[in-house]
Each structure stands twice: as structure tokens, then as C-alpha cells.
């Protein structure tokens, strides 16, 4: 095993907002994670209309620093690795031809892991179970940890603007 931990969505959040648990990972180790939980994270900043345990934490904090956070997600900072599916389509293709039977998302994170000899780090909130379990099958060491928590709150509007300026700004 490297010292690459490879992180959830909501951890991925923690670490853009500046809140890396501190335990998620030893001096000098390498952050990575997979291109659906870097969608999913996208995905539920980019949707209005979505309000769930990954947009709400924006709602909370100042709209200068929710700006900062969803710049930094448009342009992942080059301190975490995004393993493309250029690496993992044919690993993941042969553990679901060996039995391996999980969802897509769950199916790159165990390549992923495997491919960087890294440790998968989970929020407490991302309960996927059947994941867990394939990589605990695989010898992939797992860990879960908590992230901050901001109570339940509508997103604020000014992260609604910092949205369309990216938006209009990028030519959309």
C-alpha cells in the first residue's frame, strides 16, 4: 500500500472547505478519488433545485468562501489525483467478469484503490455496504470518518449568483 487515501465525495467537500479530518491521512500522503464521486459532488453543487447533505454544507458559510469552494471544484486542485477511467475501464470491466458485483460507482472506487494501492476513506454518511465489504474481500483497507456536520439550511441565494458569474464566465 502507498500513502494514497481515497476519498468520498464528502470528504472531498471537508477537504475544498479547507476541514481535512486529521487522521484522514499520514504526513506526505496523496489525495485521490474517482470520477463519480467527483461527478456526484459536482452534481449536487451545479443542481438548484437539489438541496442534500453535500449542497447544504455550502448554505452555511460565507458566499466568498462558497465561491472559492465551487471554483476549486470546477478546477480540482492539483493536489488531488482524479484517476481517469483511461486507467480503470478494463480493471473494473475484468472484477465484474470475475464476480464482482457492485454498482458503477462502488465498481471504480475498488479499481481505483487496487490501482493506486490506496486506502479508501468513506464519510460515516456514505453507507454503501456492499463497497465496504468487496474491498475488505479484495484486502482493501477501508476507514470511515466523520465530517463536519452544518445544520440543515437552505442553500443561500448568493451561492445561486456565484453559480451563474462561473457559469456566464466559462460562456455558458
Partial sequence: MTNTVLVDDHILLSLLLDDEPEELR???GAIATTGLWYHRLCRALANQSLVGSLSRRLGGIEAAVAADV????IELPPTIELVSLRELGWPMGQSASQGIRLNLLSLEAVAAARHLG??????????NKPLVDAAL???IPVRRLATTALA???RLPAVHSVLDALDEDRGG
Fill in 26 to 28: 499520514p504526513m506526505g
Fill in 70 to 73: 465551487i471554483a476549486s471544484v
Fill in 118 to 127: 490506496a486506502e479508501i476513506c468513506l464519510a460515516t454518511t456514505d453507507d
Fill in 137 to 139: 474481500g479484495l484486502s
Fill in 152 to 154: 440543515p439550511v437552505q
